[in-house]
């Protein structure tokens, strides 16, 4: 017996923005008939898998939340590894926090072991509440007090 897997993108393959991609639904329901296992990706960390499943529901396509894997899950799979239960600066969506503290990690900006955000560069301006600036961000990455990091350069006026 063959077995049958499939990685599917989410953005550009399933969906076209809000709308399904002409095919998507019968695809996805052929998995089913078939029981292939499957999984849909995306880049995309702002969202939970319950956000995805959503919004793959909103545009006609019953796909449940245990089908999804994200950027932010694969993030919160990488820094566990290397630091079991450790402590995040989270700048970023319900995506990541969730995905993080699924992963045993707390939230802090106080000596954190890693420091990210899910900020895109359409969102490049924003107000960052608890410092009371405007903020510019830009694609970077390296480390901090010896710490490594995955951020978007942060310049606050």
């Not at 078939?34 to 019953?62: C, W």
């Not at 449940?64 to 989270?90: D, N």
Request: charged content about 20%; aromatic content about 16%.
């Amino acid at each position: 017996m063959d077995k049958k897997s499939f990685l599917i993108d989410m953005d550009g393959v399933l969906l076209y923005g809000d709308q399904a991609i002409p095919g998507a639904k019968e695809f996805i329901e052929r998995l089913r008939e078939k029981d292939y296992k499957f999984l849909v990706l995306t880049n995309n960390s702002r969202y939970t898998p319950s956000d995805l499943q959503h919004r793959m529901n909103d545009a006609g396509i019953e796909i449940e939340a245990q089908h999804f894997f994200s950027s932010a899950m694969a993030t919160a799979h990488f820094v566990s590894s290397q630091k079991p239960r450790g402590r995040a600066f989270v700048l970023g969506g319900t995506g990541l926090y969730q995905a993080l503290n699924e992963a045993g990690y707390s939230f802090t900006d106080y000596r954190p072991d890693y420091a990210g955000s899910t900020f895109y560069c359409h969102q490049s301006r924003f107000f960052w509440p608890g410092r009371g600036r405007n903020c510019s961000c830009l694609w970077s990455s390296g480390s901090f007090n010896g710490k490594s990091f995955w951020i978007h350069s942060l310049f606050c006026g």
